[in-house]
């Protein structure tokens, strides 16, 4: 089979399936997806770059691996894309910022190492809002991603390209990161699952860091299966991340294959009030209906601190990536000013020429928040806070299993219905944030249409570094439903 269009709706595992029959090899398979970037990017704009030759190379060393019988596991031959603040040896990563216009890639990030050793064909930069600050990728130096289910609408962000790449299919599998919701809220808004993991399970070496306390990189597919099978391959133990966590990966995958019984699923009283769309809440409703059916337990429980975790986040985030975002300062890695004088001018005017509003914005309010006379009543006050919101979480699964809330509270937004107040930008990740205060693993599954067309997310949140039940729940709704496998017309 070599017709593009009957490859490229293929879902990861799928076309796995189909390198290891024979039907297709990796090199029809990553062309077909080049002809689908060209065919329909410049509607969709989810790529900053990509490297034709060098994805072809990748595409042509599967195969041969394949025909020699050393095919290394079922990723080997598959494309994975990367947001463009993902390292990978030699490529471009800007983080959607003109200060790293020209900057290159000296190495590889631990998840691209194990993608590569995987076989994965590893290529193609994404679009984000600038160093993964934003919502919507409007913020984007580079121009913003369009909705591939409306092109008049936000994909999300900040990982709005790794969502609508998928969406539009032009790439089966691609990898984002998220920091208070840019992995789960574009992944609601294109329609396609995405999961943070828990903090720790997966390296984040080689990730342009925004907020060090907070981000995790993880999956973008169109089913749960995939992204357990791209989140068992990235995850694990990393001498170079000490973040990490030192503990062996389930075989995620594998895990999906049992019968899991009903469990407890818990509904936060606070997240079910008002600021929620109609009609996503009637998706939500239909998938509790779903779960009900089946025989889950439906418990409602309290978050009582839900309407804290937005201004704790916009403290510690923001604090953090002013301290992450001193290192470009015209000296390292950046673009430097071409209208300094001395020396103060080379940071000042590098950083006041190459950083965007919201960059900017970020890097004095957390500067403000951590100097000194502010620091206890903002960010030390803002950590407390932030281990009352993680109790209030482990009080809640004392009582269930997994919770489950919608993931964004509105479908996809117009461009610029939010782009001039930053506070209602802000408050879109309003069911997200709490999960990375926490440090918990969330996934967001697509759970119906708005009437308009318009993708809706659920999302599930689990217990620390139990990703693999988290999985199986999502697992059960999606292999029944698979909303995720419906395609918007290009
Ligand atoms: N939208 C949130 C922010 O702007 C979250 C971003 C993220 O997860 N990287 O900070």
């Known amino acids: 089979m070599s017709d593009h269009s009957e490859i490229f709706s293929l879902t ?16 029809e398979v990553t062309q077909a997806f080049i002809s689908r970037i060209k065919e329909v990017d410049e509607k969709v704009h989810a790529f900053l770059s990509y490297d034709e030759d060098d994805m072809l190379e990748q595409a042509k060393s599967s195969d041969n691996r394949r025909s020699t019988g050393q095919a290394i596991g079922p990723l080997d031959g598959v494309p994975v894309c990367l947001k463009d603040v993902i390292s990978a040896k030699g490529q471009p990563l800007t983080a959607a910022s003109k200060i790293l216009e020209n900057y290159r890639s000296p190495y590889d990030a631990t998840v691209t190492v194990k993608l590569k050793q995987a076989g994965a064909v590893v290529g193609g930069r994404l679009n984000l809002d600038e160093f993964a600050m934003g919502s919507s990728t409007e913020n984007s130096a580079y121009g913003p991603t369009r909705n591939p289910w409306d092109l008049e609408r936000v994909p999300g962000g900040s990982s709005g390209g790794s969502s609508a790449a998928v969406a539009a299919r ?17 992944a609601s808004l294109c329609g396609v699952v995405g999961m943070k993991p828990t903090y720790g399970r997966v390296s984040r070496y080689g990730l342009a860091a925004f907020a060090s306390s907070l981000d995790q990189i993880g999956p973008f597919s169109q089913t749960v299966e995939d992204a357990a099978l791209l989140l068992e391959t990235i995850s694990g133990h990393d001498p170079l991340d000490s973040t990490s966590y030192p503990a062996s990966v389930p075989g995620y995958l594998n895990a999906l294959k049992g019968k899991l019984e009903p469990c407890k699923l818990g509904l936060p ?4 009030g008002e600021g929620m769309d109609d009609e996503v809440r009637k998706a939500i409703d239909q998938a509790i209906a779903w779960y009900k059916e089946q025989g889950y337990e439906m418990v409602e429980i309290s978050l009582p601190t839900t ?10 985030a923001t604090a953090e990536a002013s301290s992450n975002l001193a290192r470009y300062d015209g000296i390292r890695y950046t673009k430097r000013s071409e209208h300094s004088e001395n020396a103060i001018d080379v940071y000042a005017k590098s950083r006041g020429e190459g950083f965007g509003e919201e960059v900017k914005r970020r890097c004095i309010l957390g500067a403000y ?3 000194s006379g502010y620091y206890d009543a903002y960010y030390l ?28 509270p509105t479908p996809a937004f117009k461009f610029g219905e939010k782009s001039e107040d930053p506070i209602s930008m802000y408050l879109s990740d309003i069911y997200t944030i709490s999960t990375n205060l926490a440090g918990l693993p969330g996934i967001s599954v697509p759970c119906g249409f708005s009437e308009n067309g318009l993708p809706i997310g659920m999302q599930l949140i689990g217990q620390a570094f139990e990703e693999e039940k988290l999985l199986a729940i999502a697992h059960a709704y999606d292999r029944e439903l698979q909303y995720g496998c419906k395609q918007p017309n290009l």
């Open 369 to 371: 928040g951590l100097s």
């Open 269 to 272: 009283k606070e997240f079910f």
């Open 12 to 27: 990861g595992l799928e076309i796995s399936q189909g390198l290891a029959e024979g039907k297709f090899s990796s090199e």
């Open 381 to 408: 006050r803002a950590q407390k806070t932030r281990t009352l919101i993680r109790n209030d979480f482990e009080k809640a699964f004392q009582k269930v299993d997994a919770i489950l809330t919608p993931t964004s």
């Open 170 to 186: 032009e790439t089966p599998l691609t990898l984002g990161s998220d920091t208070g919701g840019s992995i789960r809220q574009p």
């Open 307 to 316: 309407d804290l975790s937005v201004p704790v986040y916009y403290v510690i």
